[in-house]
């Protein structure tokens, strides 16, 4: 699987906007980006994934560039509940079994009262 | 609609011993994955599970096994346990097996070994 590049950790202030940047610049054509968070002391949880359109759901949205070299993850009010790891993730759509999902280091998100 | 399940959520074992780990999926929900969370190691997949059979194995020593039933519930096994082998195990679960499916995980079990 290609790799992804995100920031150890990133600080926000909570009711704001916070952009969760990952870098893949080695992505196939076939690879989705999904994202997962994990909450301290819980299991990951899936928050949204893409191919090459931007994507929005309850919880967050996902802009892919053009080139789909990099990916942002947007969480539009933080609230003290987003506080978590944020892992960016490729996953190949080629395989006709379940990709591992490829955990890296993640971003580790603070949101500030 | 139930999440994933896993039992127990902890356990302590001495060196040596083995231990099974149980998730039950969320219904309707037929992949079944496997991972162990270290804090030095991280987040990393050992194996996954469709109707029965074994999709995909990660880089794991053969102690580590698993199984999977036809209601889809799941169980891992880890023999001859090693200090090393205390970590978070986690369980995940997705509708069927294809890398486009979002994957939903369980608490964990927090094995200790001693």
């Known amino acids: 699987d290609a790799k992804t590049t995100q920031p150890n950790s990133m600080e926000s202030n909570e009711e704001e906007p916070v952009h969760l940047p990952c870098n893949h610049s080695?992505?196939?054509?076939?690879?989705?980006i999904h994202w997962y968070r994990q909450l301290p002391s819980q299991g990951p949880e899936y928050v949204i994934h893409g191919l090459t359109s931007n994507v929005n759901n309850r919880m967050a949205s996902l802009a892919i560039a053009e080139d789909r070299k990099s990916s942002t993850l947007i969480l539009h009010r933080a609230t003290l509940r987003d506080a978590a790891v944020y892992y960016c993730?490729?996953?190949?759509?080629?395989?006709?079994?379940?990709?591992?999902?490829?955990f890296g280091k993640g971003t580790r998100l603070s949101v500030i009262a | 609609k139930a999440g994933v399940t896993q039992t127990p959520r902890y356990l302590i074992k001495t060196r040596g011993q083995q231990v099974t780990l149980s998730c039950s999926p969320i219904s309707g929900h037929r992949s079944v994955s496997w991972y162990q969370q270290t804090p030095g190691q991280g987040l990393q997949f050992l194996f996954e599970y469709f109707s029965e059979t074994q999709r995909n194995k990660g880089n794991f020593p053969g102690r580590f096994s698993g199984r999977q039933f036809s209601n889809s519930r799941s169980e891992m096994n880890v023999s001859t346990l090693e200090l090393g082998d205390s970590a978070l195990y986690l369980c995940?679960?997705?509708?069927?097996?294809?890398?486009?499916?979002?994957?939903?995980f369980g608490p964990g079990t927090r094995l200790t070994v001693t």
């Open positions: 993730i490729l996953r190949d759509l080629r395989n006709s079994g379940n990709t591992p999902l490829v």
């Open positions: 080695t992505i196939s054509g076939t690879d989705y």
């Open positions: 995940a679960s997705s509708r069927t097996s294809g890398s486009y499916y979002e994957q939903y």
